[in-house]
């Protein structure tokens, strides 16, 4: 099942700190942003004082898990070496008293101009109650110092795993999502346009979201839904994809794909095979088992670096050669 295309790094490279009572809990899910030597890091963090519960799941019978109050902020870490990570003690974002009251999760970080977009997903009903009300929330800021909350942006239906690519393309922003259970694509005129869409941006694209897919499940081990992870890497091939797949077992892995440079709807080559599985005890076993969920990457030199959620219980790391990733890629269909 799984190639050594990626090489992980010992083990978890951040976990829980029971010193810091918003992260006590568990810590994961790492959408990051690599400049001038520093890799920013901004991950979901949960206090400790949840309790797991056994779900099955209706239509499959498959067992999942459930939590009660279960209520992330995300937070905020940066680098000089990619793997040692320096924590700023206070939560970066918070849930308020809005539409994110019961959570705030998942931050991928993009860069258009000097401003940085996170995209992240709120939670306006308690995780695990279903349907579950999320949405998708943008926050910028100029320096991971302070931050700016911009709210929902997102459609009138569920949504997450959102990302923005890392320039404009063709004079618009592009921005992938997923509605179950695949990846759509989504652009917007400008950058007023993002921060506040007309509900007529929103209401088009959803009328026509067939056209707007990018990705689909296609093979076994995606067959529940997929969704985009980092934020897309440019590369002379095209924009490198990193995502996350779902089986009916519930079992999360990652495939990367390619997508064109000038026309992102196209899909140049996709992995056949997942790239990585939950192998080792910290991917297998943890608050949702069997969970490797890439979020963020960086391109440093020729070094392709990703950073996942292990088990929603921890932060990992693996690398690999970027000419090994295009060569494994120029070798799948898609
Ligand atoms: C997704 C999100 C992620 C989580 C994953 C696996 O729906 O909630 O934050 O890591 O499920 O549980």
Redesign the pocket.
């Known amino acids: 099942m799984t190639t050594s295309l990626f090489q992980r790094s010992a083990g978890p490279i951040l976990v829980p700190d029971i010193s810091i009572p918003w992260a006590s809990g568990a810590v994961?899910?790492p959408g990051i942003w690599f400049e001038n030597g520093i890799t920013h890091m901004l991950f979901?963090a949960i206090p400790t004082g949840y309790s797991r519960f056994d779900l099955v799941d209706p239509t499959s019978k498959v067992q999942l898990t459930g939590f009660d109050n279960y209520v992330s902020s995300i937070g905020y870490a940066s680098s000089r070496d990619g793997v040692h990570f320096d924590w700023r003690l206070d939560p970066f974002i918070t849930p308020g008293s809005g539409q994110d009251r019961y959570g705030v999760?998942?931050p991928r970080i993009s860069k258009i101009d000097d401003t940085f977009l996170i995209t992240y997903?709120a939670l306006d009903s308690p995780a695990y109650e279903v349907p579950t009300k999320i949405l998708i929330a943008l926050a910028t800021t100029e320096d991971f110092s302070t931050v700016k909350k911009l709210g929902n942006i997102g459609p009138p239906v569920p949504s997450?795993d959102t990302v923005i690519f890392p320039r404009r393309i063709g004079g618009r922003i592009a921005m992938l999502h997923r509605i179950v259970p695949n990846i759509q694509l989504i652009y917007f005129d400008d950058l007023e346009q993002l921060y506040n869409p007309p509900e007529r941006v929103w209401k088009e694209h959803l009328s026509a979201l067939e056209d707007c897919v990018v990705m689909r499940p296609q093979q076994d081990w995606e067959s529940k839904k997929i969704g985009a992870g980092p934020t897309p890497i440019e590369t002379d091939e095209g924009w490198l994809i990193i995502y996350h797949a779902v089986d009916d077992q519930h079992v999360?892995r990652v495939g990367l794909a390619l997508l064109d440079l000038d026309d992102p709807k196209k899909v140049i080559a996709r992995s056949v095979g997942p790239v990585m599985s939950p192998e080792t005890n910290y991917e297998r076993v943890g608050d949702?088992n069997n969970?490797v969920?890439p979020q963020g990457a960086t391109l440093v030199g020729d070094t392709l670096h990703i950073y996942y959620?292990a088990a929603?219980l921890v932060i990992g790391h693996a690398s690999a050669p970027l000419s090994s990733v295009l060569d494994h890629l120029s070798g799948q269909s898609n």
């Open positions: 994961f899910n979901r999760e998942d997903t997450k999360y949702v969970v969920f959620g929603d």
